[in-house]
């Protein structure tokens, strides 16, 4: 089986822009949760879906928004960008979204933002 | 506010040694607890997940234990070699919120 995917691996923007960041859960998998991941830091919550809807967001402005499709893969979306939005964005799914189950991450979206 | 610290922050020894790697939260009221590896650039991967009802985890090499009293956590590496080289973040779900709250992590290089 597939693991956790996203789309695209790297990314380049300029200030102002607007980015749209995929990820697909493994099969199965109902929940998908957003992090950001600056350098040198631990990953910081952003976002969590489950069955298509948010379950709970993180400390991040309006700027940055979500959703979950029918098919549970998601979107992230990051509009008028920063410099200090660029970061390692990391998906993670799991099976029912709660803190009873394990989350598998994908290999993440390196954005820079110039 | 939650807040994670691993200690030491970064670790240089030979092969073969064994290592403990810590994790300490503010709030001891942890539901579950995982250990991650990641290498340079790249995603988590899932080294061990601690369920509420558990005190420890063995995968292979690694043992994995959750203290919720004090909530503290440690990472036992046995017997370490150059592949096990990456950071390792320690990330537990507190509180009601379906997130992980995440350490800053623990760099380790083991050397020939």
């Known amino acids: 089986d597939a693991g956790v995917t996203q789309s695209p691996t790297h990314l380049i923007k300029t200030r102002g822009q607007q980015v749209t960041l995929r990820c697909s859960p493994i099969?199965?998998?109902?929940?998908v949760s957003w992090y950001q991941q600056v350098l040198g830091q631990g990953p910081q919550f952003i976002f969590q879906?489950?069955?298509?809807?948010?379950?709970g967001r993180g400390n991040f402005p309006d700027r940055f928004s979500a959703r979950q499709f029918p098919n549970y893969s998601s979107e992230l979306n990051v509009n008028a960008l920063l410099l200090g939005d660029s970061a390692l964005y990391l998906c993670?799914?799991?099976?029912?979204?709660?803190?009873?189950?394990?989350?598998?991450f994908g290999q993440g979206t390196r954005l820079t933002v110039v | 506010k939650q807040e994670v610290t691993q200690i030491p922050a970064a670790l240089s020894v030979p092969e073969g040694e064994n290592l403990v790697l810590n994790c300490s939260f503010t709030?001891?009221?942890?539901?579950?607890l995982q250990w991650f590896r990641q290498d340079p650039g790249k995603g988590l991967t899932s080294l061990l997940l601690?369920?509420?009802?558990?005190r420890e985890q063995t995968s292979g090499r690694l043992n994995a234990s959750l203290d919720k009293s004090s909530g503290r956590s440690t990472l036992y590496i046995a017997a370490s070699q150059p592949g096990d080289s990456a950071t390792y973040l320690c990330?537990?779900?507190?509180?009601?919120?379906?997130?992980?709250?995440f350490g800053t992590g623990t760099r380790l290089q083991v050397t020939l």
């Open positions: 993670a799914s799991s099976l029912a979204g709660t803190w009873t189950t394990e989350a598998f």
């Open positions: 099969s199965g998998h109902k929940s």
């Open positions: 879906y489950y069955e298509k809807e948010e379950r």
């Open positions: 709030d001891s009221a942890i539901y579950n």
């Open positions: 601690i369920q509420s009802s558990q």
């Open positions: 990330a537990g779900y507190t509180g009601t919120a379906s997130k992980l709250t």
